[in-house]
């Protein structure tokens, strides 16, 4: 099982950024697909989760109204569309696959991608 996630970058606030994870060696639809991230000195954290339909999607409270997730089951694919982007968001961004995780943490998920670099300058 590989996930690959891309789409990082250096964006000043205020700006967006658009991440994608391609999956491969899973069947896709039996998964749920989490974004999680991790700033410097920071633990990891849930940033949001998307169903296997996409017809269910939990964000954090913290990107809630500035980042939308969604899904491409043709393509094994899922984005986060992070808008209005806040020198806080700086972190590493993680996409994770897991077939009954728990909504809202980190527990339950079974592949996690290498991540990709976000920075947001002030």
């Known amino acids: 099982v590989q996930l690959q996630a891309s789409g990082g970058g250096l964006v000043q606030a205020g700006g967006s950024l658009r991440l994608s994870c391609a999956a491969s060696?899973?069947?896709?639809?039996?998964?749920?697909m989490g974004w999680f991230r991790q700033g410097p000195g920071k633990e990891r954290e849930f940033v949001a989760a998307?169903?296997?339909?996409?017809?269910?999607?939990y964000y954090a409270d913290s990107v809630k109204g500035r980042f939308t997730s969604s899904r491409d089951n043709a393509k094994n694919t899922v984005t986060l569309q992070m808008n209005s982007l806040k020198p806080e968001d700086t972190a590493v961004y993680y996409c994770?696959?897991?077939?009954?995780?728990?909504?809202?943490?980190?527990?339950?998920?079974?592949?996690w991608g290498q991540g990709t670099q976000v920075t947001v300058s002030s």
């Open positions: 994770a696959a897991g077939k009954s995780p728990r909504f809202g943490g980190n527990a339950g998920y079974d592949y």
């Open positions: 060696g899973l069947v896709f639809t039996s998964y749920v």
């Open positions: 998307i169903s296997w339909s996409g017809g269910s999607i």
